[in-house]
């Protein structure tokens, strides 16, 4: 019979995070903040989408008193989602770079658009955009922090969240990948056509030796990858 090795504390923390990866809190992301908040590092009221009610989730956790939302990172407000004015969308692709759970849909040079059931609201859509189509408006008025939010879509969020880590990871290996054997294949082409003096060879022979050696990481992060994906319940 297996048991379940106990959450750690920067896991209980993560679990009680809205989960909208919006780095207002003064990291990249909830995950990083958890863990911050677990090691004394960063405070435990610097979640403005919590709100008070997450603070006070927090500070029950830690055995620690309520305390204000701390003002340097937002305040507390109603739920926001993303809506882009298609009139002025260019397709520049900056928004879907930006959105954290993958909300927005669309392909370059192509309007494009917000899923309002993914948003999670957290603004950083709106930054990178060079026309100013897009507009964060409050969909919950009256209702802010966990009023405003469940647990079921910040559960939700989370997930998507890990997968869009995953999915630029992956891109990137496969990037790497495809880099590495474009310079392998110039580097035989080389070869092939010119006479090399010995150093140069030799300079040559290194050149293959990186290349084939960040091939191979790239193969066996792949591998990992996948290993890890079919472990997943």
């Not at 960063?42 to 006070?56: I, K």
């Not at 954290?100 to 392909?107: E, F, H, Q, S």
């Not at 950083?124 to 008025?141: E, H, R």
Request: contains cysteine; neutral net charge; aromatic residues 2%.
């Amino acid at each position: 019979m297996s048991s379940t090795a106990p959450k750690s504390l920067a896991d209980q923390i993560e679990d009680l995070l809205p989960q909208t990866q919006c780095t207002k809190c003064g990291y990249p992301a909830c995950r990083p903040y958890a863990e911050a908040v677990a090691s004394g590092a960063a405070g435990y009221n610097q979640c403005p989408p919590g709100g008070a009610q997450g603070v006070e989730r927090l500070a029950h956790l830690l055995g620690k008193p309520v305390i204000p939302l701390n003002p340097a990172n937002g305040t507390e407000r109603a739920r926001p989602v993303a809506v882009i004015d298609e009139a002025l969308c260019i397709g520049c692709t900056l928004c879907i770079q930006a959105c954290p759970v993958d909300a927005i849909v669309g392909a370059a040079k192509q309007m494009h658009t917000v899923l309002p059931q993914l948003c999670t609201g957290c603004d950083l859509c709106v930054a990178p955009c060079p026309v100013d189509c897009i507009a964060m408006v409050d969909v919950t008025p009256g209702k802010t922090g966990w009023d405003a939010w469940s647990q079921e879509q910040a559960d939700s969020a989370r997930e998507r969240h890990q997968f869009h880590l995953l999915r630029l990871r992956r891109d990137k290996e496969e990037n790497d990948a495809r880099l590495a054997a474009k310079a392998a294949a110039k580097l035989k082409a080389v070869e092939a056509e010119s006479t090399l003096t010995p150093e140069e060879k030799a300079a040559q022979e290194r050149k293959k030796a990186i290349i084939q050696a960040a091939m191979e990481r790239a193969r066996l992060q792949k591998e990992k990858m996948a290993e890890q994906a079919k472990e997943k319940p």
